[in-house]
């Protein structure tokens, strides 16, 4: 989707973008580190992505996002310290995504607990932190 906002905004915006959906992306993949984490936290946790990856504006990303993440600081880091660095990132980002989309993801009748599976991210890049 392409985002709305001046052009130097939409890059700004899209490169924050595209690292929350890594979040996400990594989250999923790894739901099996948590084994409270049940189908229904997952269906929660896939609408909260939903809402979030849905909003089109620039201004919404930079303003939401842009204070806990700083894509200028992630690209061209590899191994420990990029999974260091995502671990921090994922930490300030798990409440945000929980604070934008609760009220949605519960008026859908879903419990909330699902919409803070971005903690998986967390463990994950701790894990693979701690393995390299």
């Given amino acids: 989707m392409k985002l709305k906002g001046t052009e130097k905004q939409v890059a700004w915006a899209e490169s924050i973008r595209k690292w929350v959906g890594r979040m996400f992306d990594d989250a999923k993949a790894n739901t099996d580190m948590i ?44 191994g420990r310290e990029l999974m260091g660095e995502l671990a921090y990132y994922a930490d300030q980002v798990s409440p945000v995504v929980a604070k934008v989309t609760r009220d949605e993801v519960k008026e859908k009748g879903m419990k909330t607990k699902g919409t803070r599976g971005i903690d998986l991210a967390t463990r994950y890049y701790r894990k693979m932190r701690n393995e390299l």
């Fill in 35 to 78: 084994p409270q984490f049940t189908d229904e936290h997952l269906e929660a946790f896939n609408e909260a992505e939903k809402i979030i990856m849905a909003n089109g504006s620039a201004k919404f990303w930079i303003e939401t996002f842009g204070p806990h993440i700083q894509p200028r600081n992630l690209e061209g880091l590899q």
